[in-house]
């Protein structure tokens, strides 16, 4: 947990080009900045993606760093404590019961939100319900 109250993800690491690594004679210092790596160099995706990503990561921990503040730093222990052991338990009833962790999303924060996975149970992308591809995999 990071003491952090950054409500939005931090940006990606910018990696150095040629360009800010250039010495005198417009070459890559290599001792000072180290290799040259033209993976960095070509980076083709923006920054958004990265901060999607981390959206969730970084809302979480400012909730837990505002706990750690208020109430002291036991607040923020014991709620990841009880996040744990609500995901290593094992339930006797899983196999009967639709695949959603309700403790977690109440420790989570997200027992007031709706998303595809409460209404549809996971099968947002299941098999097809198509009559005429039926009948068209059956030779008919």
């Known amino acids: 947990m990071d003491p952090s109250l950054r409500i939005v993800p931090a940006n990606a690491e910018k990696s150095a080009s040629v360009k800010d690594t250039a010495n005198s004679l417009g070459l890559h210092d ?12 070509v980076q083709t995706e923006g920054g958004l993606k990265g901060r999607l990503e981390n959206w ?3 809302q979480d921990n400012a909730k837990l760093t505002l706990q750690r503040n208020i109430y002291g730093l036991h607040a923020p222990m014991r709620l990841l ?9 094992t339930n006797p009833f899983a196999a009967a019961m639709a695949p959603s962790n309700l403790h977690l999303d109440i420790l989570m924060g997200r027992d007031q939100t709706i998303e595809p996975v409460d209404i549809f149970l996971g099968m947002e992308s299941g098999p097809s319900l198509d009559v005429h591809e039926g009948f068209g995999k059956k030779g008919m």
Do not use: F, N, Y
């Open 56 to 58: 969730d990561a970084t």
């Open 30 to 41: 290599t001792l000072r900045h180290g290799p040259r790596s033209l993976a960095a160099e």
């Open 81 to 89: 404590m009880e996040r744990k052991i609500v995901t290593q338990g």
